[in-house]
T-cell receptor
Framework: AQSVTQPDIHITVSEGASLELRCNYSYGATPYLFWYVQSPGQGLQLLLK??????LVQGIKGFEAEFKRSQSSFNLRKPSVHWSDAAEYFC???????????FGTGTSLTVIP | GAGVSQSPSNKVTEKGKDVELRCDPISGHTALYWYRQSLGQGLEFLIYFQGNSAPDKSGLPSDRFSAERTGGSVSTLTIQRTQQEDSAVYLCASSLGLAGRQETQYFGPGTRLLVL
């Protein structure tokens, strides 16, 4: 069965520091991978997505993610975090055989001055 | 253009009452999805529509939950005889096509349901 794991429930980083949020998926074929961000009281906003091609994907707000098939991972990174990046981040996988999305449980990011 | 809208934004109800949650997808989007987000949980898939048809209802938690979509546009999620465990944020999303076919889902702001 398809699944998505985000091992880190909560992460705290200092403003200006680098960030990496982990995501591992379980799916037999090539997945469609997504990262969404949810700010307090807001809906989910798509940061970036991977369907095929270059395994390093650039997204909005300076985020990027790298698809590593050998590790079944799609980690989200940002070189320098801003206070406005504090939010909940969700990794999701879509499949080419079904019509569902599978979301991880999310990672809550706190940014300290 | 307008994004996905949901109403009401907040709903407080008493245990045992029925509630209706509404979703207006982005115009032209054929696929529509409902999710539930409970405190500290990820997003739980409930149901999706392709047009007015819901091929997969396996995610609905119980027979108290139902959903419909009319005119290939607005969708209503109905919860009958609400229970306290139904308290959650209900999110709606739409996509141009089906998500499994490389389409991005666009999410609404959600309806926060509290069952007392």
């Amino acid at each position: 069965a398809q699944s998505v794991t985000q091992p880190d429930i909560h992460i705290t980083v200092s403003e200006g520091a680098s960030l990496e949020l982990r995501c591992n998926y379980s799916y037999g074929a090539t997945p469609y991978l997504f990262w969404y961000v949810q700010s307090p009281g807001q809906g989910l906003q798509l940061l970036l997505k991977y369907f095929s091609g270059d395994t390093l994907v650039q997204g909005i707000k300076g985020f990027e993610a790298e698809f590593k098939r050998s590790q079944s991972s799609f980690n989200l990174r940002k070189p320098s975090v801003h206070w406005s990046d504090a939010a909940e981040y969700f990794c999701a996988v879509g499949t080419n055989t079904g019509n569902q999305f599978y979301f991880g449980t999310g990672t809550s990011l706190t940014v300290i001055p | 253009g307008a994004g996905v809208s949901q109403s009401p934004s907040n709903k407080v109800t008493e245990k045992g009452k029925d509630v209706e949650l509404r979703c207006d997808p982005i115009s032209g989007h054929t696929a529509l999805y409902w999710y539930r987000q409970s405190l500290g949980q990820g997003l739980e898939f409930l149901i999706y529509f392709q047009g007015n048809s819901a091929p997969d209802k396996s995610g609905l938690p119980s027979d108290r939950f139902s959903a419909e979509r009319t005119g290939g546009s607005v969708s209503t999620l109905t919860i009958q005889r609400t229970q306290q465990e139904d308290s959650a944020v209900y999110l709606c999303a739409s996509s141009l096509g089906l998500a499994g076919r490389q389409e991005t889902q666009y999410f609404g702001p959600g309806t926060r349901l509290l069952v007392l």
